[in-house]
């Protein structure tokens, strides 16, 4: 059984199509290049591990965005991607053009903090397996491998910073950042 | 007074006097017996014996002792048989589970049993029906109480029913009779009393109520509403007709068996308790109203009370007879001569007898490892130590069979709360024990079967209580031992404590082993976002406490820098209890601090391995970790052990299945072995060399091992050098092809046993003898049709010998008749007089012989050479015969000629017996599967009768 905060959808809405229209597609950082950030701008990481491709995943908050599919292959990968820093909820999962899941709740809330890289968990989604069909995941040291390998310069100036449910504080382990 | 003598017939099996170390390929492997069940009337017993490709079922005769086969499965690991009950005198409820993609299911079939001239034999039939078997009601045929499932989406999801065999296999419950007027739908039914006294306990959100009838002519009862708090409380079975004993511990400290009011719902007198110990289960008797027995652990080993003074006395005479050992009835038939007695300790793995209780008798009728027969095992020693004022905890110490290497493994157990550690055999004990290590385990505060209060006192204590009385009881043990190193060592929550024992005294411990562990236990309350609304967060307070800012303290991760001790990390990767985050944290940590640490995450592992080549792997790789670490000595290693590691950790890492594939690692260990003489690291080496896979391509070294390993009687490295030889791969030498391929034959290769037989009919490296080649191709006709040889694909391989056969040699007309004799007893042949129309030729969509939507990809001869490319001719054939009817199976010889065999005959060539029917539709294709086959040129497609006759040809040019 799902969890009050997940619910399916099936049919195309207009409601549904309407607010695709007003997503802005993200565009995801693949290259360990420069991107610089503006003022309050920071980074937000994902993680995805997926059993199926994904046609969209939405976010709702200080701005409205959208993963799209090419960036939400099957398999498991990451996506790193510029926001204006504030408060945002994953919104919604869309599996292809006709089924999705709505997400409910302050369960999918993720902040994006000005000048750090954010890390809001692994969205796992798995539609037929025997656990929910989609949840966020704390992997935080698989994140932090990733950027080391993928974007070591991004992560030689900008903070790592656990971003999603509860406190943890690994990254801050790791910095030598806490109290003895 | 009578004397009562027990004559007990092979009870006590001859240990061997010398102890060795015991190889992790025999320890750690599935029993070999179990479910060993009395039939209603006890004049069979039946039995689950796992053998090397399959379960089987036997039935034997408590008269007469003959066991006889009545079904098998074979071993897959899909499909696992799970276990078997008695219906009724002559049928059996078997269980199996399959698996499929991300889950298993079971399913049920019923076995009938036909007894013929006093053989017994069964017929299967799957069962349908959805729910479970309440009471077998054993003494009525053809008749269960079960719990059809009519509502899955609610908790109450049961219906109780009584069905037969042929509606449990239809799953039609149209007929089946309702139990009783107004049975309630219930989350679950309990039968007592054969199926007279029924219980059915409905769920009403946090409460339970019981509901209860006995006897068919009574109404149902219920009690009142039951809360379902922290106290335990299971239903054992009516005392009388107002009363049920339950186990409880309501207003007690350890679970006791006392009465429970079915008129006001209140718990009564104490029927049976133990000061110390929870009582674990029970039975009672409603017929005389009593207590037949009751059960416990003390000091880890579990003690049975009779109260029946007949019991009492079969029980003394049996504890007689086994010192030692502790047992269980596991077949309690009322008034039945026979029972089925199990008996088991730390040192013995189980064994069952058939115990005889009117001439007083038992005789072994099965061993739960008979593979170990010989080994010489180390028992344990239970100690009680206090650990705090008026706190004793008991622990149990397991020494070395062998000479002790100096080492004490402090084990702690898993949990931490409501699990324990019990006296009985343990393959890891074992395993290190009967290599020199001491293994201390202490059933701390937290573990089951001490009563409430000391279950209680584990709660949140983890990092605290629970490893002080650890180590204590090592301080104890240090009071009368001297060790050399301590090292700690577990799984689960015994990882945490283990290296938590290491960071709180890093002068006592060397090493640490830490499998499937958690060690960031704030992670336990943020891992997963949906834990809250899942009730996982309420579980985890109950065993670790609220979350609070202490637990960064607690926590292993974020202490690893007070950590000296080397460490073993040990996960898998679909831990769905102790997530691989842990284990990714600790190991991130460690290597960061710059520690002494190595790590296995196995890919195919949960919490714990799925297979038992997990467990041998994980068992070689710590014990030469603690090897390395401590520097141990290794010259007591036999051949046998340096071999089995050596091929246990090379096949860890070969391909991928276990832990990430490291050929080099692999190839390093495998030429250990190989250089120890072991024929199948010899064969892999030799076919890495082949592959230049992190190697030389040489092959003449790899010819060289296979050689070795063929001499050492490895009949796959014999067939391979047949290959070799046989002009595929440049050496070109057919008299040594023939030698190996024979030599491969004689060491049990059935595929050698057509290539001998093919060489023979064509003279190729063997004189021609055609009588020679076609007996040998009958006989592996024969042992395949009699299923002693039913290797997938084995008749397809036969047929594709006399196909070579039919095309390449010289035969007589004698001769080919004979040939298709013998081909005659494989495939049953109506007609080989055979003609022919081509329908269409060209590139197909699939290559399934009799499908066709009438769409050819390309209608051509001349195509395109591409990976994928399935190309080829549809027929219609007929036969010549004139009483041919559609349902005659026509044979006939086709091939395929690839491009560069000019003679028409060696490796470029494809053989195969072709079957169609009368005016039946056939193609014949052929599929580019993979680059080796990139090859352009001409394709030819051959068919002649099998006598000879050309039929057709047709070359098809890839460009």
């Known amino acids: 059984m799902k969890p009050h905060s997940i619910r399916s959808f099936f049919l195309l809405t207009l409601l549904g199509l309407l607010l695709s229209a007003c997503a802005t597609k993200i565009n995801t950082i693949k290259s360990n290049t420069s991107h610089r950030l503006n003022d309050s701008e920071g980074y937000l990481l994902l993680g995805l591990d997926a059993n199926e491709s994904l046609q969209s995943l939405a976010l709702t908050g200080k701005k409205h965005v959208m993963f799209t599919s090419e960036d939400l292959k099957y398999g498991s990968n990451y996506l790193l991607a510029k926001l204006p820093a504030g408060d945002y909820r994953i919104e919604r999962v869309r599996i292809n053009k006709y089924s999705g899941f709505k997400l409910l709740g302050d369960v999918w809330d993720i902040e994006v903090v000005e000048g750090n890289i954010s890390y809001g968990g692994n969205v796992r989604v798995n539609p037929n397996g025997p656990r929910y069909p989609i949840e966020l995941i704390n992997h935080s040291s698989g994140a932090l491998e990733y950027i080391e390998q993928y974007h070591p310069g991004i992560l030689t100036s900008h903070k790592l910073r656990y971003s999603g449910q509860g406190e943890d504080k690994f990254f801050k382990l790791v910095r030598g950042e806490l109290n003895k | ?959």
């Open chain 2, 1 to 959: 007074m009578n004397i009562i003598k027990i004559v007990i017939l092979l009870l006590i099996t001859v240990e061997s006097s010398y102890g060795e170390a015991i190889p992790a390929s025999k320890l750690f492997q599935a029993e070999k017996t179990e479910d060993v069940k009395l039939s209603p009337d006890a004049k069979y017993f039946v039995i689950k014996r796992r053998e090397v490709n399959r379960t089987v079922l036997t039935l034997t005769s408590t008269e007469t002792l003959d066991e006889y086969e009545i079904i098998h499965f074979p071993t897959n690991k899909n499909n696992q048989l799970k276990g078997v009950v008695w219906l009724d005198k002559q049928s059996l409820l078997v269980r199996y589970s399959y698996s499929y993609g991300f889950g298993s299911s079971d399913s049920y079939s019923i076995l009938k049993i036909k007894v013929n001239e006093g053989v017994p034999t069964a017929t299967p039939k799957h069962i349908k029906a959805r729910g479970y078997v309440v009471d077998p009601l054993a003494n009525t045929e053809n008749k269960v109480l079960f719990a059809l499932l009519t509502d899955a989406d609610n908790a109450n999801k049961y219906s109780l029913v009584y069905m037969n065999h042929d509606q449990l296999s239809s799953g039609s419950s149209k007929h089946a009779i309702r139990f009783s007027k107004n049975t309630p739908k219930a989350a679950v039914f309990i039968s007592n009393n054969r199926g007279k006294d029924i219980m059915a306990v409905k769920l009403e959100g946090a409460n339970a109520e019981i509901y209860y009838k006995r006897s068919q002519f009574d109404g149902w009862k219920r009690t009142g509403h039951l809360p379902l708090n922290d106290n335990y409380f299971l239903p054992v079975g009516f005392i009388d007709d107002e009363y049920l004993a339950v186990l409880s511990n309501k207003d007690s400290d350890t679970v006791v068996l006392r009465e429970f009011s079915l008129v006001d719902s209140r718990l009564g007198k104490i029927l049976a308790s133990h000061p110390s110990y929870d009582i674990v289960s029970a039975e009672t008797d409603s017929d005389s109203q009593s207590v037949k027995w009751v059960r416990y652990f003390e000091r880890n080993k579990l003690v049975t009370r009779y109260f029946d003074s007949k019991d009492q006395k079969a029980k003394r005479m049996i504890t007689k007879a086994l010192p030692g050992k502790q047992f269980v009835f596991l077949s309690q038939l009322e008034n039945s001569q026979f029972e089925i007695l199990y008996s088991f300790s730390s040192s013995s793995p189980g064994k069952y007898y058939l115990f005889d209780r009117k001439n007083l008798t038992a005789g072994l009728i099965g061993e739960a490892r008979p593979e170990l027969k010989g080994y010489k095992f180390s028992s344990s020693e239970v100690i009680r130590v206090a650990v705090s004022d008026g706190i004793d905890v008991e622990a149990t110490i397991t020494y070395p069979s062998v000479p002790p290497n100096g080492v004490l493994l402090v084990n702690p157990h898993g949990g931490p709360i409501g699990v324990r550690d019990y006296d009985q055999f343990q393959p890891e004990l074992q395993y290190y024990a009967s290599r020199g290590y001491t293994v201390l385990q202490v059933n701390y505060r937290g573990s089951t079967g001490y009563g409430r209060k000391f279950l209680d006192a584990g709660r949140g204590e983890l990092g605290k209580v629970i490893e002080q009385d650890i180590n204590k009881v090592v301080d104890h043990l240090f009071k009368s031992a001297k060790f050399k190193h301590v090292c700690a060592m577990g799984s689960s929550y015994g990882a945490y404590s283990s290296v938590m024992l290491a960071i709180f005294r890093p002068q006592r411990y060397s090493c640490v082993a830490a499998s499937f562990g958690i060690y960031d236990l704030p992670l336990l309350f943020n891992y997963r976002n949906l834990d809250k609304a899942s009730g996982m967060i309420k579980a985890t307070e109950n065993v670790v406490g609220k979350m609070r800012p202490e637990l960064w303290d607690l926590s292993p991760l974020y202490k690893l820098e007070e950590l000296q001790a080397p460490l073993l990390i040990v996960a898998g990767v679909k831990d769905p209890v102790a997530s691989i985050e842990h284990s990714n944290r600790l190991r991130y940590r460690a290597r960061q601090l710059g520690k002494t640490e190595q790590s296995l995450f196995y890919k195919s592992a949960g919490h714990g391995h799925y297979s038992w080549f997990g467990d041998r792997h994980e068992a070689v790789s710590t014990s030469q970790f603690f090897e390395r670490i401590l520097g141990l000595s290794t010259t007591w290693k036999t051949k046998e052990i340096l071999v089995e590691e050596s091929t246990t950790l090379a096949d860890g890492f070969s391909d991928g299945t276990f832990l990430p594939e490291d050929p080099s690692k692999a190839i390093k260990h495998y030429r250990k072995a190989a250089n120890l003489g072991d024929a199948r690291s010899q064969f892999v080496l030799a076919q890495n060399l082949e592959r230049g896979v992190k190697a030389d391509t040489l092959l003449k070294q790899a010819v060289g091992l296979y050689i070795q390993s063929s001499e050492t009687g490895y009949h796959k490295a014999s067939y391979r050098l047949g290959e070799l030889y046989a002009d595929r791969f440049g050496l070109n030498n057919l008299l040594l092809s023939y030698k190996y391929y024979k030599i491969a034959w004689e060491q049990g290769n059935d595929f050698a046993a057509l290539e001998t037989a093919k060489m023979q009919c064509l003279s190729r490296g063997a004189q021609r003898n055609f009588q020679s080649c076609l007996k040998i191709i009958d006989s592996e006709i024969k042992a395949y049709k009699s299923k002693t040889k039913r290797r997938p694909k084995y008749d397809r391989q036969i047929r594709q010998t006399l196909a070579s056969i039919l095309w390449q040699a010289q035969l007589s007309s004698e001769e080919n008749r004979e040939l298709q004799t013998v081909l005659g007893r494989l495939v049953k042949i109506d007609s080989f007089d055979v003609s022919l129309d081509e329908r269409v030729s060209g590139a197909f969509e699939n290559s399934q012989p009799e499908y066709w939507n009438g769409q050819t990809l390309e209608h051509s001869t001349t195509l395109k050479l591409r990976r994928g490319l399935i190309f080829g001719v549809a027929f219609n054939f007929l036969s010549n015969s004139e009483q041919a009817v559609k349902q005659d199976q026509i044979v006939y010889n086709y091939r395929w000629i690839k491009p560069g065999s000019a003679d028409r005959s060696g490796k470029d060539i494809e053989e195969y017996i072709g079957i169609s029917h009368h005016k039946g539709f056939h193609k014949l294709t052929y599929t580019i599967s993979d680059n080796s086959e990139l090859r352009p040129g001409d394709w030819t497609l051959e068919l002649q009768t099998l006598d000879g006759k050309p039929l057709y040809s047709k070359t098809f040019t890839l460009e």
